[in-house]
């Protein structure tokens, strides 16, 4: 009866709040719209008039089944989806066509989904095909369990662990560091098509939803953050790459690199001349102070992520030779090192992490990477703890990027001018089960969406063969030019009509 009544005051708890439909729309709004109907016409009128042939054994799996879709196909199909996707995002969040109610927390129930959830991933556990330190998917693991954390943080207003969640953040733009730098250290690629391709990675569906919610590019601070660490260590690594051969000449590039993050951020006021520029961009209701402040808040991550990035291969052989050896005092070793990581652990933990929230803030980026060195260390401290990964967590590290932006419009909503302030509403009423019912359907929206932009990318950003652009400037400039040309209508004709209202 207790239990149930503690349920019960949490519905009540959660109180339901009144919608604010935005009447207005924008001129790009209604030129993103023209556009979708003319690939949805386009997608059916090639749909019902195509007639492929059947495919033979060669093209289909041995038994003439039907051939896979042309690239032309696919990519039409997904603009048609996306478009669709687009339009529920602006019902649900935009017009708030279903009701919207006020989040509650509740410390039993948050930890309840948590453990439920580790439970569920211990079962999907599987052996990696790659088992290193920092594998792929080890870190897509990874991204996977603090995106799932930091999406139940938002959902149900977990404000008691904000210093968590700033943690998490900060291991995210630590991958960002040790990823790309690892990346462009290997293949030494530092082509303006893999800078496109990453660029359309984490700004193709934001600038999507933006013009169709109408709102500003900081709203999804996540997007412009790591797309300015991408291109710091895209910077540093193509700047005379011949340097990055040598350990004086990286050593050189690492102390630049610190010497420019600590001119922008630690000293005082130099960020706010650097980044007026890119105000028109960076700007939320007209004031620089959340890019400021949300990128100065892991600003020493990336620089600690590339610098453990180029250890890594010396650290991983180093590990490989202890353990090949099979002695006992490798293992002992290993216990010995654990030791003062614990100890710091503990420091960081009572004299860093327990501070109040602004406080925190103040000191956070210098400590971050301390926590998540001794992560990386624990979860790869033996050859078993690293040969297995979770699959449900991989695949949800995988779509983090989709989750982020769609939280915002399908899964909470808008309370008037606040967004992901509300939660949005199928079943008024009953909490847990409203929560279960949205998180399904705004899981495999974001599934489809992490598909639908790598079908995109695949088609509008080819593999650039002997410096031939010619197909990627002919596939790019018919959607840019379909959508400035229908812009172009839309804002004249409202000109005309409306002459004060444009």
């Given amino acids: 009866a207790k239990t149930w009544l503690r349920y019960q005051n949490m519905a009540d708890i959660q ?16 030129a993103l719209f023209l556009l979708w109907l003319g690939t949805v016409i386009l997608d059916v009128y090639k749909t019902t008039t195509s007639n492929p042939k059947p495919a033979s054994p060669e093209e289909g799996d041995g038994g003439g089944t039907k051939p896979k879709a042309s690239i032309q196909k696919q990519a039409l199909r997904s603009a048609s989806v996306l478009g669709a996707f687009l339009m529920v995002f602006w019902l649900l969040d935009g017009r708030q066509v279903l009701p919207i109610q006020q989040k509650s927390y509740s410390r039993d129930v948050f930890i309840f989904i948590l453990l439920a959830i580790a439970c569920v991933s211990a079962q999907t556990i599987k052996t990696s095909k790659r088992p290193g330190i920092l594998s792929r998917e080890q870190t897509d693991e990874w991204k996977g369990w603090m995106q799932i954390v930091f999406l139940l943080y938002h959902y149900f207003a977990a404000k008691e662990i904000y210093n968590l969640i700033r943690m998490l953040i900060a291991a995210y733009v630590w991958m960002t560091g040790f990823g790309n730098f690892t990346y462009f250290l290997k ?36 997007c412009p953050m790591h797309t300015l660490w991408f291109l710091t260590v895209y910077a540093m690594m193509a700047i005379a790459p011949s340097l990055n051969e040598s350990v004086s000449g990286v050593c050189t590039k690492f102390a630049v690199y610190a010497v420019i993050i600590f001119i922008i951020w630690d000293i005082p006021a130099v960020g706010d001349v650097v980044w007026l520029p890119f105000k028109w961009l960076l700007q939320e209701k007209g004031s620089l102070h959340e890019w400021t402040f949300r990128s100065g808040l892991d600003h020493w991550a990336t620089f600690a992520g590339m610098v453990y990035a180029y250890v890594h291969p010396f650290l991983s052989e180093y590990v490989k030779k202890v353990e090949e050896s099979g002695s006992t005092a490798a293992n002992i070793f290993k216990g010995v090192i654990l030791l003062p990581m614990i100890l710091v652990l503990l420091w960081w933990y009572n004299g860093v992490f327990t501070l109040g929230k602004f406080d925190y803030n103040k000191v956070h980026t ?33 779509i983090t990027l989709e989750t982020y932006l769609c939280q915002y419009h399908i899964w909470m909503a808008r309370h008037n001018e606040s967004h992901v302030a509300a939660i949005l509403t199928i079943i008024p009423g009953y909490p847990l089960v409203n ?21 995109l990318s695949e088609y509008l950003l080819p593999k650039v063969k002997n410096g031939d ?24 004709a409202r000109l005309a009509i409306f002459p004060a209202g444009v």
């Fill in 469 to 492: 652009w010619s197909v990627i400037k002919t596939r790019v400039k018919y959607p840019l030019g379909a959508f400035a040309t229908s812009f172009a209508i839309v804002f004249i």
């Fill in 187 to 222: 293949t030494k690629d530092y082509s303006v098509w893999r800078v496109l391709k990453m660029l359309f990675r984490l700004n193709f569906l934001v600038v999507m939803i933006l013009v169709t919610m109408n709102t500003d590019y900081m709203l999804y601070y996540i």
């Fill in 15 to 30: 109180e339901v709040w009144e919608t604010a439909p935005i009447s207005d729309i924008s001129s790009g709004q209604i």
């Fill in 366 to 398: 210098y400590y971050s990477w301390m926590p998540i060195l001794i992560y990386i260390y624990i979860r790869n401290m033996s050859c078993h703890s690293r040969s297995w990964h979770s699959g449900l967590l991989e695949q949800a590290g995988k």
């Fill in 435 to 455: 929560f279960f019912f949205s998180t399904v359907a705004y899981v495999l929206i974001s599934q489809q969406l992490f598909n639908i932009t790598n079908v």
